[in-house]
């Protein structure tokens, strides 16, 4: 088995919007960025873009939904890069037709939308995490949202909302899981940013999006851990 001597990050959903900026910023800390995206050629395209940049970003196909695609992954870092040090699940949808709220938003859409936000992370934190445990160290950011708050509950968004509640929730009891060894698992809210997701409109760009998730991706020792982050402060669960 190959051990490399830097640390690696795996990010799902990196092809893109703020997984591919969360990419491009672990890779300027010194990373070795594993970029992973469910499309072979959007992710190829997206690691050709960062290594023309001269990052190390190597790409693997990933898609969150898969047992067997998770599976993969899990054995590929293993093997391949002997480690993983930090894993952003970044991959998320939002699919809720607007204005029909709670009542009118179908199981399907519910289902679908926990299948990625949700299950995505909870298999995702699954494979990779006892890897983490056999190396005594690792920093799991969870990208969430303001619209999965409790604290600021609604009803628009409804399937997404619950998704995000819903991963907030896997970010604590991962926390709780893995504690003893050096883990810290966190959720955190980009705000809303200019992507596909967020639309042209968003307040902010990827850069300031990411910049909360590469703060809990290189917490020192001892840093926080079953938090929900945004701009680097705690916000309410
Ligand atoms: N933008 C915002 O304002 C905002 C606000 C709060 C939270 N967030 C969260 O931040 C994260 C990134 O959002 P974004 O705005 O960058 O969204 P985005 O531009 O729509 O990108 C989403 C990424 O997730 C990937 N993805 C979706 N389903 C997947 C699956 N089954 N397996 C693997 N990858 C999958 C997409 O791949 P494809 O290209 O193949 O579709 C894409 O790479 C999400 O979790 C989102 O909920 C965003």
């Not at 399907?108 to 990779?128: H, P, S, V, Y």
């Not at 604590?172 to 809210?189: E, F, H, K, P, Q």
Request: aromatic share 6%; net charge negative.
């Amino acid at each position: 088995m190959a051990v490399i001597d830097k640390r690696v990050a795996v990010v799902t959903g990196g092809n893109k919007g703020i997984g591919f900026e969360i990419c491009r910023q672990l890779a300027e800390r010194g990373l070795r960025v594993i970029l992973t995206s469910r499309d072979v050629a959007r992710g190829q395209a997206a690691r050709q873009k960062l290594s023309d940049e001269g990052a190390d970003v190597v790409y693997h196909r990933l898609d969150v939904n898969s047992d067997e695609s998770v599976g993969e992954l899990a054995h590929y870092v293993e093997a391949e890069q002997g480690r993983v040090d930090v894993l952003v699940n970044n991959a998320g949808i939002l699919i809720d037709e607007s204005g029909v709220g709670v009542l009118g938003t179908s199981l399907d859409i519910f289902r679908k939308t926990l299948e990625t936000n949700f299950f995505g992370a909870l298999r995702m934190c699954q494979a990779i995490a006892p890897i983490m445990q056999r190396g005594h160290y690792g920093r799991i950011v969870n990208l969430s949202s303001g619209l999965g708050q409790l604290d600021e509950m609604g009803d628009g968004t409804a399937a997404y909302r619950s998704s995000k509640t819903a991963l907030n929730a896997l970010t604590r009891m991962v926390s709780t899981a893995v504690s003893g060894d050096d883990i810290l698992v966190n959720s955190m809210c980009p705000g809303w940013v200019r992507t596909d997701m967020g639309g042209p409109n968003a307040a902010r760009g990827v850069e300031t999006g990411a910049e909360t998730a590469i703060w809990l991706a290189m917490l020192p020792h001892g840093g926080p851990s079953g938090g929900f982050f945004r701009d680097k402060a705690p916000i309410p669960w």
